[in-house]
């Protein structure tokens, strides 16, 4: 079993940056892949991004080359550091983290692109 908690969000302009943080409570070695998800009101959970164990990341088209994914592994950690943000990209964002049959989420946090 493992928590991950999510950090990082908050009221933030257009135009402006965050990074967001997913501390996991054990080791994330295991786990093949982690990634960032986002749930905006009324509207179903979209990937933003994933991150493998061998470093291949994967993003959503909407955020490629402003979004960047990363993991610290000794630091039991996942990064989602987010330019240029858009209205569009307020919603509550998630981390995933799977390996092998065991599939966790976070409990979220909010981040929303307002003037």
């Known amino acids: 079993q493992v928590q991950l908690v999510e950090s990082g969000g908050g009221l933030v302009q257009p135009g402006g940056s965050l990074r967001l943080s997913c501390a996991a409570s054990?080791?994330?070695?295991?786990?093949?892949?982690m990634g960032w998800y986002r749930q905006a009101p009324g509207k179903q959970r979209d990937l933003v991004a994933l991150?493998?164990?061998?470093?291949?990341?994967n993003y959503a088209d909407s955020v490629k080359g402003r979004f960047t994914i990363s993991r610290d592994s000794a630091k039991y950690t996942l990064y989602l550091q987010m330019n240029s943000l858009k209205p569009e990209d307020t919603a509550a964002y998630y981390c995933?983290?799977?390996?092998?049959?065991?599939?966790?989420w976070g409990q979220g946090t909010q981040v929303t692109v307002s003037s």
């Open positions: 991150i493998t164990t061998a470093g291949r990341t």
């Open positions: 054990r080791s994330i070695f295991s786990f093949n892949t």
């Open positions: 995933n983290a799977v390996g092998g049959p065991d599939d966790y």
